[in-house]
């Protein structure tokens, strides 16, 4: 595959194509997503040197870890995590050279083995309760949240894949989500 053409490839296809050789891709991810991180990792960083150099560093970082990195759901949640708990990393360690650690939330304390067993529980019980509300949603409505949330599509790409405008999709998710909403509280 060329390199026009995969541009068109969604994040988690070229996180796949990146983790098995494709160095293009890599640097297709890293536009794609840079501006976004860039300002979500602003909303944790006290300087937006520290934003900046978190970020280049999780980048380079992934970089030498592709050959042990696994498929991810979503591209984009994932550089999301991999940049709070870096910038989190970085503030604590500069707390700590400057002595300000009490200024800092504690961390959180490690879990017992029954605690981590009840966790995996709660998650998969909570997993199981999403997928029956999404098989409620009509189905073009399902079909644009699976795009959108589990295969990190843009609202751009899922128009042009189900072949409608832009503003129908917006509609469909924002039905979706007062219906998920709707039908979650209902349950509670």
């Known amino acids: 595959?060329?390199?026009?053409?995969?541009?068109?490839?969604?994040?988690?296809?070229?996180?796949?194509?990146?983790?098995?050789?494709?160095?293009?891709?890599?640097?297709?991810?890293?536009?794609?997503?840079?501006?976004?991180?860039?300002?979500?990792?602003?909303?944790?960083?006290?300087?937006?040197?520290?934003?900046?150099?978190?970020l280049q560093e999780v980048f380079i970082t992934l970089w030498h870890a592709r050959a042990r990195l696994q498929d991810v759901r979503s591209v984009g949640a994932y550089l999301r995590a991999s940049i709070r708990y870096k910038i989190c990393a970085v503030m604590q360690q500069n707390a700590r050279r400057e002595g300000r650690l009490e200024l800092l939330p504690p961390s959180p304390p490690c879990d017992s083995p029954e605690e981590l067993l009840i966790r995996q529980e709660r998650h998969a019980y909570q997993e199981q309760c999403i997928q029956q509300l999404l098989c409620q949603l009509p189905k073009r409505q399902r079909e644009v949240v699976y795009l959108r949330y589990f295969d990190d599509f843009s609202v751009q790409e899922i128009a042009q894949q189900l072949s409608i405008n832009y503003q129908s999709v917006m509609n469909h998710l924002h039905r979706a989500m007062t219906r998920l909403r709707e039908a979650h509280h209902t349950t509670v």
Request: glycine fraction near 2%; charged fraction near 30%; hydrophobic fraction near 35%.
């Open 1 to 54: 595959m060329n390199i026009a053409s995969s541009t068109t490839l969604n994040s988690r296809e070229l996180w796949n194509r990146w983790r098995n050789g494709c160095d293009t891709s890599f640097a297709q991810l890293f536009d794609r997503h840079y501006e976004e991180l860039y300002t979500y990792a602003l909303r944790f960083a006290d300087e937006t040197e520290v934003a900046e150099d978190c």
